[in-house]
């Protein structure tokens, strides 16, 4: 079993920047992959990031060149760097988490561990 904890979410104008952690509780967490998804009001939940146990990253097109997703292994933590920020940005952030290589790292259903959700907010 993970546990997951997400923060750093808040309240941004657009164009800033906010860094989004997500600890994760387990000794073999090198070997999860991590994702990043946001659920804004009235909308479906969407992928944004995922990071794999090797490195590798995948971005929806919305957020790429923008978001940076990376991890620190050796503090259990995967990262979101969110840059120039728009406000179709707010929204509930959610980290998740999946033991070993998913085969479609976009959706959602391949994550059975879910944190809590950090909510960000970003102002015209």
């Known amino acids: 079993q993970v546990q997951l904890v997400e923060s750093g979410g808040g309240l941004v104008q657009a164009g800033g920047s906010l860094r989004l952690s997500c600890a994760a509780s387990g000794r073999t967490y090198s070997s999860y992959a991590m994702g990043w998804f946001r659920q804004a009001p009235g909308k479906q939940r969407e992928f944004i990031a995922a990071?794999?146990?090797?490195?590798?990253?995948y971005y929806a097109d919305s957020v790429k060149g923008r978001f940076t997703i990376s991890r620190d292994n050796a503090k259990n933590t995967v990262y979101l760097q969110m840059s120039s920020l728009k406000p179709e940005d707010t929204a509930d952030y959610y980290c998740?988490?999946?033991?070993?290589?998913?085969?479609?790292?976009?959706?959602?259903?391949?994550?059975?561990?879910w944190g809590q959700g950090t909510q960000v907010t970003v102002s015209s």
């Open positions: 990071i794999g146990s090797g490195g590798n990253t």
């Open positions: 998740a988490a999946r033991r070993g290589s998913p085969t479609y790292p976009r959706d959602a259903f391949e994550y059975p561990y």
